[in-house]
């Protein structure tokens, strides 16, 4: 029977370990001494296995999580970059219940970690409604088709199998744009079609704003700079301007 690496090992080191203890013996002749410092050696033991089987190991395991989760947020970052914010000011425009979002949405940048957590659970329950007559669907079709290889790539990124809810926002997405690729013709719906379409866009707006929410909170506590660039883009702030400038400045300009 073939041994694994793991019992050869083992093997090895109690053989050395008794090779050890006989050349010691031979060299000392004192028996005596080499069994009290084995026996003091395995009253050791539990600590040792204590200390390094589940501190030690608890500590690599969580700087291991927190290079995924840094990871992950590149994946976060890119996604948004090239089609969460697009898709989040579009949809939060056709919103007609936006004021109850964006009013809590535009001072961010002076958010402490509870009052993310606070407003997170807030947003739960809110209600994301579309107005899908004032969506142009064509418009919305074309962006989402023009994105559909970089979804894909997306969804095969190993690192998404350790955020469940992202990997449902890009679902929810991924579906969408299949629902509008399939009918060729996007004009003269009738209004059961439209209400279904709402229903997908509603879930990938729900989404949307959740991940986003998660995003800028990770982004406000680790990455101050991406942060930055964040608020100077917000897409729940219509006076927002990518130009670093005083507010009052930014408030003219708009």
Same mark, same amino acid.
């Given at each position: ?51 390094v ?29 090239e ?18 979002l *964006?009013? @809590?949405?535009? &001072? +961010? =940048? ?5 009052? #993310?957590v606070?407003?997170?659970?807030? %947003?739960?329950?809110?209600?994301? *409604?579309? @107005?899908?007559? &004032? +969506? =142009? ?5 074309? #962006? ?5 290889? %970089?979804?894909l ?11 469940e ?6 679902r ?18 009738p ?30 506590s ?9 608020m ?23």
């Amino acid at each position: 029977m073939k041994l694994s690496w793991e019992a050869r090992l083992g093997i090895i080191l109690v053989l050395l370990s008794i090779t050890i203890y006989s050349i010691k013996y031979m060299i000392n002749g004192d028996a005596e001494n080499i069994f009290n410092y084995v026996f003091n050696s395995l009253g050791y033991l539990p600590l040792n296995v204590l200390l390094v089987t589940i501190i030690l190991n608890r500590l690599l395991a969580n700087r291991a999580r927190q290079n995924k989760m840094e990871k992950m947020n590149i994946v976060v970052g890119v996604f948004f970059s090239e089609i969460g914010t697009w898709l989040l000011t579009y949809l939060s425009d056709n919103d007609p219940n936006l004021c109850k979002l *964006s009013g @809590d949405l535009v &001072k +961010i =940048d002076r958010w402490s970690e509870e009052e #993310f957590v606070r407003v997170q659970d807030k %947003f739960k329950s809110h209600n994301y *409604s579309i @107005d899908i007559k &004032k +969506i =142009d669907i064509k418009v919305l079709s074309t #962006f989402l088709s023009s994105k559909r290889d %970089f979804s894909l790539r997306l969804l095969e990124n190993p690192l998404l199998l350790e955020n469940e809810s992202f990997t449902n926002l890009l679902r929810s997405v991924f579906h969408l744009t299949e629902e509008l690729e399939h009918r060729r013709d996007l004009q003269g719906l009738p209004d059961s079609d439209y209400r279904h379409l709402a229903g997908d866009i509603e879930r990938v707006y729900f989404l949307l704003v959740m991940e986003w929410m998660a995003y800028m909170r990770s982004l406000n506590s680790n990455y101050p700079y991406l942060f930055s660039l964040a608020m100077r883009t917000n897409p729940f702030d219509k006076n927002a301007c990518v130009t670093v400038r005083s507010p009052e400045a930014c408030a003219e300009i708009t």
